[in-house]
């Protein structure tokens, strides 16, 4: 479904991060089918938006900035959810995990340690997608925790699309929109204070300076505990300054730069009994870890330079430089059982310490021609990136010495509690920590370098009225090299070719029907050697061959209301083959397979000039097929962290010409955690319910309350095979928001 919608002129930078749960301007932006823009002269798909003011709202047109999107979004043969400043400002999604929960289908895991970190790993459509996360359309690597006080929009792409992507993108790809400086002057700020020492502040300041030039900067400060659970808290500050020149000349150059520097306590919740079934009970306020060693550090800088140089209304060049360097350091409790039949918890350490630097170039160039009388939207890029990572690994001993990674002896003060014991969180901590010493521990120091050299050609054919056809195709040359320690080094080299394409049909103007077909590759080693489960580069799938994956969708279209409300609609089947599986000698083939088929509806945009809806839902039934010869009893089994069912409502309604009310709503079936032949674990479903209200105290200031969680619900926001991680109960936040 694709719409979006614009708050009042300048109000949208600056409230962006203290919208709290969710209402003011109605319905986010939802956009489905991407592309670019099908317009003379724009390089990016068009959406419709919705203007929330204190007028009656209107349809806007905010854009995609890639190129790579050669149609109108209407007209776009795949599916894409935006999600604009807008949604995230409304539903106060003031990180990257809480922003993506608004979209049906995406879920998050969990983390462990070395091969799967505790940081952003969503699941698009049944798959892991943690290395497919872009910002301005270049690769966002590294194992981060993000923010959204520097986002302008957030792109979803769903379904296999490493035709978009590159490695990877089995489930699809997610870009997001950074702010850049604007051919204006405004200071947009928000300040706002809740329930659990929710404190945030947000500005947003951009300058012209002269004719063509522009400097804009964005700054945020927050500090707040989780509702519910008062031991977990996060901390973190972020400025991202950028600059731009020929703002009205063909040619614009724009500089940015972004730093965020958070401080959070990990979190690993309640533990699954290994004989399966839900978490264990236990009081949502319970958490045993240990706040004097327990800590998570991230840092992340990274700067771009983009030049853009219009030829003609036809033909346009881009390339876009991006470096940057991200770290993120933990020690988190993991709480296990000792036994199957016990109440007794052994308190583990899971730690991490990772760094990624990476630099990239990417030059594409689009524009349109006639060709045999068929207009062509062609759009050609290369590109070229080079990535180092490193993992290490602590060893976390206890008073006695004892390496307590998975565990250990509860004779020893501090390693075991009960599971209903009152375990308190300021216990002291007499062990130690030594960075790189647990040598016992696969992999405690790897370093990754990865290269890769990319093409890619899409045009987007208008062969009559009503018909088009969509096409794409990518090359990219995979190299990567690992040296970990205690291991022969490790290397994969891969030539991989992914394409898409697609037919749309337009009975009239305002509806597309279309249908299309798109693969991805995903080598081993494609999330840069740090984490990922299957993806981890090791010695037994070093010499394998990529998984392949395919989707075949067919969807519909349709702006209705006079273009005020969207509607769309998909049936689609994703398979992956050539899966890396147990040869259960001790080896890794490929021989497995997964499927996903699956519906989605959406819509989008004004029921009445005071009425705003937004909304979505997801059917998605995820099997293994083949779980490998080694693993029958595995064939057949539900994937994991894929709900069966899964809506989200929202709704604003303009109830006097200064006051506006809005709720929401999240539902979601029961999620698997891990199954076996014998065992499943999983976390049950939930409904979730928010509320807002917003004043308007002038032109330039207005006032909003937002309450999450209405209910105050106990649930699971993530989870990984042996824990589940708490969801935040109910809060509320006050915001001001003020603009000039």
């Not at 979803?156 to 997610?174: C, E, F, L, N």
């Not at 690993?268 to 079934?277: E, I, K």
């Not at 030594?434 to 050609?457: C, E, M, Q, V, W």
Request: glycine share 10%.
């Amino acid at each position: 479904m694709s719409t979006s919608f614009k708050a009042r002129p300048r109000v949208l930078v600056s409230v962006v991060t203290l919208y709290c749960s969710g209402c003011l301007l109605p319905t986010a932006v939802f956009a489905q089918s991407g592309s670019a823009s099908s317009e003379a002269g724009e390089s990016a798909t068009t959406l419709p938006a919705v203007q929330v003011t204190s007028a009656p709202s209107e349809f806007q047109t905010p854009t995609l900035p890639s190129y790579k999107f050669t149609a109108p979004l209407l007209d776009t043969p795949r599916s894409v959810t935006v999600i604009p400043e807008e949604l995230i400002k409304e539903r106060n999604a003031t990180t990257f995990a809480d922003a993506l929960k608004t979209v049906p289908g995406i879920t998050f895991l969990g983390g462990d340690a070395a091969a799967n970190p505790s940081a952003d790993r969503p699941v698009i459509r049944g798959f892991e997608s943690r290395n497919s996360i872009f910002v301005d359309g270049m690769r966002d690597s590294g194992v981060q925790n993000r923010e959204t006080f520097d986002v302008e929009q957030i792109s979803v792409i769903k379904g296999p699309d490493s035709v978009y992507a590159g490695r990877g993108a089995v489930g699809g790809s997610i870009d997001i929109v950074t702010k850049t400086p604007t051919n204006d002057n405004f200071i947009n700020g928000s300040v706002g204070i809740g329930t659990d020492s929710y404190k945030r502040i947000t500005l947003d300041a951009n300058h012209k300076i002269g004719d063509d030039a522009a400097v804009r900067l964005n700054i945020m400060g927050h500090d707040a505990d989780q509702a519910g659970r008062t031991d977990i808290y996060s901390r973190r500050w972020g400025v991202a300054p950028s600059v731009a020149f020929g703002l009205n000349s063909p040619t614009t150059v724009t500089v940015s730069y972004y730093h965020l520097n958070s401080y959070d306590m990990p979190d690993f919740s309640v533990p699954f009994r290994t004989t399966g079934g839900t978490p264990v009970s236990v009081d949502r306020g319970q958490f045993f870890g240990l706040n004097n060693r327990d800590y998570r550090r991230g840092q992340t800088d990274s700067g771009e330079v983009r030049v853009e140089h219009r030829f003609s209304d036809n033909l346009k060049l881009k390339n876009t430089t991006m470096f940057g360097r991200s770290t993120l350091d933990y020690v988190a409790t993991n709480p296990q059982f000792t036994s199957a039949n016990t109440n007794i918890l052994s308190l583990q350490a899971k730690s991490g310490k990772y760094a990624t630097n990476s630099i990239a170039n990417q030059t594409e160039l689009t524009g349109k021609a006639t060709l045999l009388g068929m207009q062509h939207t062609m759009t050609g890029g290369i590109e070229f990136s080079h990535e180092q990572s490193l993992y290490e690994g602590y060893l976390v001993a206890d008073s006695a010495g004892n390496n307590i990674r998975s565990g250990g002896p509860c004779s020893v003060a501090f390693n075991c509690t009960t599971l209903n014991g009152g375990w308190n969180p300021n216990n002291p901590w007499t062990g130690t920590l030594t960075l790189n010493g647990d040598k016992s521990f696969p992999g405690a120091a790897t370093h990754t370098r990865t290269d890769i050299a990319s093409a890619y050609l899409f045009d987007s054919v208008k062969i009559t009225d009503q018909w088009m056809f969509n096409a794409g195709m990518r090359f990219d040359r995979f190299d990567l090299k690992a040296v970990q320690a205690g291991a022969p080094d490790l290397t994969n080299q891969a030539n991989l070719f992914s394409y898409q394409f697609g037919l749309v049909f337009k009975p009239v103007q305002a509806v597309s029907l279309y249908a299309s077909y798109g693969t991805s590759a995903n080598p081993p080693g494609s999330n840069s050697g740090l984490g990922g489960g299957n993806d981890q580069i090791t010695v037994t799938n070093q010499d394998l061959s990529p998984e392949r994956s395919r989707n075949i969708e067919v969807g519909a279209k349709w702006d209705v209301l006079d273009q005020r409300l969207s509607l769309t609609s998909a049936l689609f089947q994703t398979d992956k083959t050539n899966a890396r599986v147990s040869d259960g000698l001790g080896g890794v083939i490929n021989a497995g397979s997964q499927r996903v088929r699956g519906a989605e509806l959406g819509f989008a945009g004004n029921l009445t000039n005071k009425w705003r809806v937004f909304g979505g839902y997801s059917y998605l039934d995820a099997i293994t097929l083949d779980a490998g010869a080694a693993n029958p009893t595995g064939s057949g089994l539900p994937m994991v962290m894929v709900p069966k069912h899964n809506f989200t409502l929202w709704t604003y309604y303009d109830v006097l010409p200064k006051l506006s009310i809005g709720g929401g709503a999240t539902i979601s079936s029961l999620t698997y955690a891990s199954v076996s032949g014998t065992t499943r674990k999983w976390i049950p479903g939930y409904a979730r319910f928010d509320a807002a209200a917003t004043y308007r105290v002038s032109k330039t200031v207005d006032v909003q309350l937002n309450v999450q969680n209405i209910f105050d619900k106990e649930y699971y926001s993530t989870a990984y095979p042996i824990y589940a991680t708490w969801a935040p109960g109910r809060s509320a936040m006050l915001t001001l928001n003020f603009y000039q």
